[in-house]
């Protein structure tokens, strides 16, 4: 009996009398808070997408890049209101509880911006 066969693009391996697939899971990548949000959107509405990325293997993977692409797209836009509202180190010398609320402010207009075009899709 050989070793090794392979079918269905499956390979096997002869293990006392039978035959075992030799299967790989996927890389797994840590998610962060936007991916896991993106993950219960996914599950309580779109459960059809869910699924097929489920089945697919690709679901770790498609919500690592949601979350890294929200991460980048919420500090771009932090930094682009930060600029257009004239937030920066002088008015934190001068005011620090007034450079604390804007940037507070601007960090939470630009979560929902992402979560409204990125992450709720």
Same mark, same amino acid.
């Given at each position: 009996m050989k070793k090794y066969i392979e079918q269905n693009g499956i390979t096997y391996e002869l293990r006392g009398e039978q035959y075992c697939p030799l @299967? +790989?899971?996927?890389?797994?990548?840590?998610? =962060?808070? $936007?991916?896991? #949000?993106? @993950? +219960?959107?996914?599950?309580?509405?779109?459960? =059809?997408? $869910?699924?097929? #990325?489920?089945? +697919?293997?690709t679901l770790n993977q498609r919500l690592y890049e949601i979350d890294l692409e929200s991460k980048q797209m919420v500090e771009?836009?932090?930094?682009?209101?930060?600029?257009?509202?004239?937030?920066?180190?002088?008015?934190k010398d001068r005011d620090m509880l007034c450079w604390v609320t804007e940037m507070n402010n601007i960090k939470?207009?630009?979560?929902e911006i992402v979560l409204r075009e990125v992450v709720y899709v």
């Open positions: @299967l +790989e899971l996927p890389e797994r990548r840590k998610i =962060g808070k $936007y991916g896991r #949000l993106h @993950l +219960e959107y996914l599950k309580t509405h779109r459960k =059809g997408r $869910y699924t097929n #990325l489920l089945s +697919e293997g771009s836009i932090i930094t682009r209101l930060a600029t257009e509202r004239v937030i920066d180190e002088n008015m939470a207009s630009a979560e």
